[in-house]
Nanobody, 121 residues
Framework: QVQPVESGGGSVQAGGSLRLTCAVY????????MGWFRQAPGKEREGVAS???????SYADSVAGRFSISQDNAKNTLYLQMNSLKPEDTALYLC???????????????WGQGTQVTVSS
């Protein structure tokens, strides 16, 4: 079992920055991939970024060049640096983990509860 716990959300004006953190608890030694997703009210959950244990990274087109995913394996922690934020980035951001799958699909097995990001214009 793996339990991701997100933090770092908040309210920011357009053009601002936030850094989200995901602390992962449990059997982290065999975690293959971590990812960030977001879900806005009335919309489907969408993949934002993912990173596997070898450091291979994928970004959604909507955030590429503005967001950066990274991980600290020694601390079992995942980060999402979000720059040049836009009002359309407003959503609940969730961290996910999986033992075999990696990508921007919703196939991840383990999910956190999420942290809210609100961007005002």
């Amino acid at each position: 079992q793996v339990q991701p716990v997100e933090s770092g959300g908040g309210s920011v004006q357009a053009g601002g920055s936030l850094r989200l953190t995901c602390a992962v608890y449990g059997n982290t030694y065999s975690t293959y991939c971590m990812g960030w997703f977001r879900q806005a009210p009335g919309k489907e959950r969408e993949g934002v970024a993912s990173i596997d244990r070898d450091g291979r990274i994928s970004y959604a087109d909507s955030v590429a060049g503005r967001f950066s995913i990274s991980q600290d394996n020694a601390k079992n922690t995942l980060y999402l640096q979000m720059n040049s934020l836009k009002p359309e980035d407003t959503a609940l951001y969730l961290c996910a983990a999986d033992y075999s799958y990696c990508g921007l699909g919703r196939r991840f097995v383990y999910w956190g509860q999420g942290t809210q990001v609100t961007v005002s214009s």
